[in-house]
């Protein structure tokens, strides 16, 4: 089973930027990814997803702000998070799906590793 681990969380203000990268034990070649989010109180909701074919799909909550992709290291996938709010504030976790898939998907239960999460904190 391929082990993932986030990077790149902090804190940040309103409108600023941040990086977040998902490191795989494995190349990410013909897996299917996602980066999730849980704010506190809140249940964990897909943000962005990529099928095995590596087309992106976003909610509408961070569509045109969000970038997922995968590095050309073969194993990374990042999130490229622009014009962050106060309400993008929460754990963010990266997720991927084995066997093939075309098309995206968000829900959780579609994905079989999880990694550790690292913390995105975004101040007014």
């Known amino acids: 089973q391929v082990q993932l681990r986030e990077s790149g969380g902090g804190s940040v203000q309103a409108g600023g930027s941040l990086r977040l990268s998902c490191t795989a034990s494995?190349?990410?070649?013909?897996?299917?990814m996602a980066w999730f989010r849980q704010a506190p109180g809140k249940k964990r909701e897909g943000i962005a997803a990529?099928?095995?074919?590596?087309?992106?799909g976003y909610p509408d909550s961070v569509k045109g702000r969000f970038t997922i992709s995968k590095g050309n290291a073969k194993n990374i996938l990042y999130l490229q998070m622009n014009s962050l709010k106060p309400e993008d504030t929460g754990m963010y976790y990266c997720?991927?799906?084995?066997?093939?898939?075309?098309?995206?998907?968000?829900?959780?239960?579609?994905?079989?590793?999880w990694g550790q999460g690292t913390q995105v904190t975004v101040s007014s």
């Open positions: 997720a991927a799906g084995y066997g093939w898939r075309a098309g995206y998907t968000l829900f959780e239960y579609d994905y079989n590793s």
């Open positions: 990529v099928d095995s074919v590596d087309r992106p």
């Open positions: 494995a190349y990410t070649y013909g897996l299917y």
